[in-house]
């Protein structure tokens, strides 16, 4: 969700001309069009490592939430606060991870 909110007038026009143009309705496409839209989102942003390699991490990122939402049943005996503190950890844990690469760009 946090990847969704962040420039949303950019994420329509990624969304239509490159992840729709590559998925062609053939849900086998799906991860192909996702790295494919990524890799693009950093070409657009120039060409420094930090990008491909924070996009590149946006990208496992987003197929590892994909694998946790569809196994979402097994994680029933959690609920309420507790659930959404789990939640909350993991994913600035893991945004705080990825925006680590973005040092990379003090160094170029």
């Known amino acids: 969700v946090k990847i969704e909110l962040w ?4 994420q329509v026009w990624l969304k239509k001309c490159v992840y729709i143009r ?12 996702m790295f494919a839209t990524f890799f693009v989102s950093a070409f657009w942003h120039g060409f420094y490592l930090a990008y491909y390699i924070a996009f590149i991490q946006f990208a496992l990122v987003n197929n590892v939430t994909k ?10 005996p959690i609920k309420g ?15 705080s991870f990825i925006g680590g690469s973005f040092l990379l760009l003090l160094t170029e």
């Open 7 to 10: 420039n949303q007038s950019v």
């Open 67 to 76: 694998f946790l939402y569809k196994a979402a049943h097994k994680f029933e």
């Open 22 to 33: 590559v998925y062609r309705n053939n849900p086998k496409r799906a991860n192909i069009a």
């Open 81 to 95: 606060w507790a659930l959404a503190a789990f939640t909350w950890i993991i994913s600035t844990v893991t945004m």
